[in-house]
């Protein structure tokens, strides 16, 4: 029997409102008895965010972010910097007894990404994973402070360039994942605020427009649950967040969220509770 997943659409929020609500459905998640979680949403305005370890000084140049107006917000997950416009994000929140057949945690990755693997083919696509894909897999792994510059096995390519990227982190027992889908390229514009533009990003990186999808977000998350469906054997069942869900994104999110302390300090300010 397929497993019953909570899907919340959170729609378009800012991005301490983004980064508040996935913390605290993490937060709030119990291992043995809270249903499995696929939320979607967006970005409004525009954001950077920041990985949980990167120094937001030496990454970003924070008085040009400052000077046009674009938010900073950090994840709780690694990686690099990401230029959140134009795309559908999604979060998932599980316990491994959810994740099947995955023994190990790259082996959780590859299961927890192969919707979209799914969702990009049923698009016409010629999608495949890093590792399948890249002739030159010696560079896997390698660090990069911005985050669709990297490659990891588990990442998807089409027709040779990378899109979107995904982050997970485990946390008492629960597993947490999220990661983004380009609608639109606008990787020249999120490039234009680190310190250090990586050479040729542009053409090496991929939204679905460059493919000729169109990008009615309506259409696509129908697509991306249909996808979910098939990939995890579940039955997604649409939600809202909970009350104790949305409290405590509501105090992540002034006491946390829209602080420079972590944003840019990266320095936790804020118990759960």
Excluded at 88 to 102: D, G
Excluded at 249 to 254: Q, T
Aim: aromatic share 8%; hydrophobic share 40%.
């Amino acid at each position: 029997m397929n497993t019953v997943w909570r899907l919340i659409d959170t729609g378009p929020l800012s991005g301490p409102e983004n980064m508040a609500i996935d913390e605290a459905l993490l937060a709030c998640f119990d291992p043995e008895n809270s249903a499995p979680v696929l939320r979607f949403y967006g970005w409004n305005p525009p954001a950077l965010s920041l990985g949980r370890f990167q120094d937001s000084a030496a990454v970003l140049d924070l008085n040009r972010c400052m000077a046009d107006g674009v938010p900073v917000v950090r994840r709780i997950t690694g990686g690099g910097v990401i230029y959140h416009a134009d795309e559908l994000t999604y979060s998932i929140v599980c316990a491994p007894r959810h994740i099947p057949h995955a023994a190990t945690v790259k082996e959780s990755f590859r299961i927890l990404t192969a919707f979209l693997l799914r969702f990009y083919q049923g698009l016409g696509l010629n999608a495949r994973y890093v590792v399948d894909a890249a002739p030159d897999l010696s560079r896997l792994g390698e660090r990069t402070p911005f985050c669709f510059a990297g490659r990891e096995s588990f990442d998807i390519m089409l027709d040779g360039r990378k899109i979107g990227g995904n982050a997970q982190r485990r946390l008492k027992g629960v597993v947490f994942q999220h990661g983004s889908i380009p609608l639109r390229n606008r990787v020249a514009t999120g490039i234009a605020y680190l310190r250090e533009p990586p050479a040729g990003l542009d053409v090496a990186v991929a939204a679905l427009a460059d493919f000729g999808v169109g990008s009615c977000v309506d259409d696509l998350k129908e697509r991306l649950k249909d996808a979910f469906e098939e990939a995890i054997s579940s039955c997604l069942q649409p939600d809202v967040l909970f009350t104790a869900e949305k409290s405590m994104a509501d105090r992540l999110g002034v006491k946390k969220y829209l602080t420079s302390s972590w944003n840019i300090g990266g320095e936790e300010v804020v118990s759960q509770s």
